[in-house]
């Protein structure tokens, strides 16, 4: 069952940008139930941290358009992991609104550097992340029981790969 969570939660949220700690810990009260569950056909725990997972996404993007108007302090001494696959999860709203901050902050950056103007880089950001909300939107129920199902193959089989919603965030 833990490693079916494990498995799920990271086709959803690999690199750690949606979910707090605070969800994981409440999605702990499945974790030793999953396996039971698939076979007793109760797919319950998987829909509601996918319907979580879509609420956080729905929140993190409307933060970065809104940071989109606001502008960036490049003068400000800070850094952006990228790779956030091995970080914790971040502990509360205020430690997601910073690591969007530094994510629309970095993307901005690289725009930049590619000698974007700042008009042209707030209206392309602003697509790119209402596309990431479309993309989401249109995932179906049967989408989220194959990313499930993947997950649980993921973890019986490693030869097994999987991709689900995360196709969203990229």
Known sequence: SRKIMQAYLDSLD??????TQKDIDHFSQWQDTLDDDIWDGKLDAPFAIFNRYRERMAERIAYAQGLLE???????????????????WP??????????????????????LAGKKDDAIAKLLKKRYAGY??????????DVYQTFMNAY???????????GPRAAEN
Request: proline share 1%; hydrophobic share 30%.
């Open 91 to 112: 502990a509360d709203d205020a430690a997601l609104d910073d690591l969007w901050r530094k994510r629309v902050k970095n993307d901005w950056l690289r725009l930049t």
């Open 14 to 19: 690999s690199q750690k940008m949606f979910f």
């Open 153 to 163: 193959a993921s973890s019986t089989d490693p030869h097994t790969s999987y991709l």
């Open 70 to 88: 606001k502008g960036f302090d490049f003068d400000k001494k800070e850094s952006y992991q990228l790779d956030r696959s091995k970080a914790d």
């Open 133 to 142: 909300l479309k993309r989401i939107r249109q995932i179906e129920s049967e």
